[in-house]
């Protein structure tokens, strides 16, 4: 689908590896981009009635679906989880003026947010097998038979097999063209934007070409509060919403940096992070906050 998507200079591609940030940065790019149409703390504001998968579409899964609100569909920002390798010329090329957001996270921290997301996604699927044939005694554990361990998911996500990775070959890639070419690629940390979602949404507009103006102090402020975790999970669509495969709650987990340490052993997170830092040897990146947790 995305071969045949033709962008503008006034799309804004948001990309991201999977449980980076994807669905937060979503809405902070669609609530920041329509706030003259929809101010954030507007009652009908679409992030109150859609999650943000329905406001901002992903290039290579909705393209050519039906949208589930116009508007949103035709906003102009899309996502995409693809590498930058795979993304195309036509999107990389400078005449394109596509310009494209990058979020990148601590590759632990995606990594036990993958595996909580879709053992989630397995047990609700089970459940709701489980309540479409109560005949069925089985116990739900048969049904999950199918999950992988988090041991085993673990092997694979460090020997780079995971979807849409290596996931330190895809943050390098954007990284990389973020440093040729910083008027084409914004590259984002999660665990900064957690720590200042402020200053991060101002840079974001800034680059997205709709600055706030020194009156829009607040405006800033309300697009953070409307964006934040606590806010968007509360909302009636994402408590009992649900996209095509997933559940919306699944995506509003805990939202914090380091919760790998409650999921990953000491050892589990000291290999990975060898691995990745002999991956990044020579390309002059750092996950610096993944690197300062673990010593
Ligand atoms: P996706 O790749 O399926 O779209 P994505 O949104 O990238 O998922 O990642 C989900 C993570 O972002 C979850 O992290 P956790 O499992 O470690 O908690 C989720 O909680 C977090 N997240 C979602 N929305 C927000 C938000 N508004 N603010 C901060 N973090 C968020």
Redesign the pocket.
């Known amino acids: 689908m995305h071969a045949s998507f033709v962008p503008t200079p006034e799309d804004i591609l948001l990309a991201?590896f999977?449980?980076?940030?994807?669905?937060?940065l979503k809405?902070l790019a669609f609530a920041t981009l329509h706030r003259a149409d929809h101010p954030p703390r507007a009652a009908d504001h679409p992030l109150r009635r859609l999650n943000p998968?329905g406001c901002v579409k992903f290039l290579e899964l909705d393209l050519g679906l039906p949208a589930q609100d116009p508007k949103g569909g035709a906003s102009g920002v899309l996502a995409t989880?693809l590498p930058y390798s795979l993304l195309g010329r036509r999107i990389t090329a400078e005449e394109s003026g596509c310009r494209i957001v990058y979020i990148c996270r601590d590759p632990k921290?995606a990594f036990?947010?993958s595996w909580?997301?879709t053992k989630k996604n397995m047990d609700d699927a089970a459940a709701a097998a489980a309540a479409m044939d109560p005949d069925d005694d089985s116990p739900p554990s048969k049904a999950n038979k199918a999950l992988c361990t988090v041991e085993e998911v673990f092997e694979l996500f460090c020997n780079g097999r995971s979807l849409y990775g290596p996931q330190w070959h895809h943050v390098v890639g954007y990284w990389e063209e973020s440093r040729r070419n910083p008027h084409k690629v914004l590259f984002l940390r999660y665990e900064e934007m957690?720590e200042d979602p402020v200053s991060n949404v101002k840079k974001l507009a800034e680059f997205m070409g709709c600055p706030f103006s020194a009156g829009e102090e607040a405006a800033a402020r309300d697009i953070v509060e409307l964006?934040?975790?606590d806010t968007?999970r509360n909302m009636e669509v994402n408590r009992n919403g649900a996209q095509l495969l997933a559940r919306n709650d699944g995506?509003?987990?805990?939202?914090?940096a380091g919760?790998w340490r409650n999921h990953m052993t000491p050892a589990m997170a000291a290999r990975l992070d060898r691995i990745v830092q002999g991956q990044l040897q020579g390309s002059g990146f750092t996950f610096t906050i993944a690197a300062q947790a673990t010593t």
């Open positions: 991201s999977p449980k980076s940030g994807t669905t937060w809405a998968h989880h921290d036990v947010s909580l997301f957690l964006c934040s975790l968007l995506f509003f987990r805990k939202g914090v919760d």
